[in-house]
């Protein structure tokens, strides 16, 4: 039986849900009752998470340029850690990344923007993420030091550059973190996966390792579906969700890495697919396949770099 260990945990922005996509979901929930109790809890979480946020900036414009590329990944970890938590969510982890060194690359679901934070507080990746975060205030630069890999997706070409940017990382020993359904979805399904984002593991011989992430009430162990950013969210109304929960738990599972030695990316992906569904034992959804709809709860499908070939 595997064990649940916890881990505390802060962030660095990379891969946001793009705010475009308006299609599918169901609208926020609605506002609770704001008691006093709420709106001290909430007030508390704002203040630490701006401080961490501040304390990231400074880490990487005073610290990041004077250490190592090894200890870069440390202070990453360290600060994720510290961010989720000042937002009053707990890590829990099941299973393990690989202990053996190598080239790997991180295929997870997608439910929120925090996917990306909670990631990094167990093994910092560099995500590949659209280009338009590189622009953003504070997020954009922090992005930028955490490493992660820009797409244009309106663009074919980038499509080509951004694979040869993950080989060439890959290459280096630095892991990759990919959201291969190309959107967020609600977590009660998995929306299938886009295969040009795993090839650069196939070219490289790199193993894919299935994660699958899940926010959860602590106290019931019940899916929270306040959290998914879906539908006609925005970015505030998430940020106040997050901050007003009583508690909140976040689930990351890592299963045995999937070599992609010899291996086709279109049969990789079909793996890589199905060990996500079954560490999350949800159903792969049709959306995106021939004669499937647009999942409820979910942004429109749009796969990264274009259509797939």
Not at 20 to 44: C, E, F, K, Y
Request: a positive charge; glycine letters at 10%; proline letters at 9%.
């Amino acid at each position: 039986m595997t064990r649940l260990t916890s881990v505390s945990t802060k962030p660095l922005a990379n891969d946001w849900p793009d705010r475009s996509l308006q299609g599918g979901g169901p609208p926020a929930p609605d506002n609770p009752r704001l008691t006093l109790g709420i709106r001290l809890r909430m007030a508390v979480r704002l203040a630490q998470g701006v401080l961490a946020v501040m304390l990231g900036v400074l880490l990487c414009a005073g610290v990041f340029p004077l250490v190592s590329h090894r200890r870069r990944y440390s202070l990453i970890r360290g600060w994720a850690r510290l961010f989720v938590w000042s937002l009053g969510i707990r890590v829990a982890v099941q299973g393990a990344w690989p202990a053996t060194p190598g080239r790997y690359l991180l295929a997870s679901n997608h439910i929120s923007w925090l996917d990306i934070f909670v990631i990094h507080s167990v093994h910092p990746v560099r995500f590949v993420s659209k280009s338009e975060v590189r622009q953003w205030p504070v997020a954009g630069f922090l992005a930028q030091q955490a490493g992660t890999l820009f797409l244009d997706r309106n663009r074919k070409r980038d499509t080509k550059d951004i694979g040869q940017e993950m080989l060439a990382a890959l290459e280096m020993g630095d892991a990759i973190g990919i959201f291969p359904e190309g959107t967020t979805s609600n977590g009660t399904v998995l929306l299938p996966f886009f295969s040009p984002l795993l090839q650069p593991a196939v070219a490289c011989m790199a193993a894919v390792v299935p994660t699958g992430l899940r926010y959860e009430d602590p106290r019931t162990g019940e899916r929270n579906l306040d959290m998914p950013f879906v539908g006609q969210q925005n970015f505030l109304q998430s940020v106040l969700i997050t901050l007003r929960q009583p508690g909140l738990r976040a689930i990351v599972r890592f299963d045995a890495p999937i070599q992609s030695d010899g291996q086709h990316r279109r049969v990789l992906t079909q793996q890589v697919e199905q060990a996500v569904s079954r560490l999350l034992a949800v159903p792969i959804a049709l959306s995106g396949r021939e004669g499937g709809g647009q999942q409820p709860g979910s942004r429109p499908v749009n796969p990264p770099g274009g259509p797939e070939p």
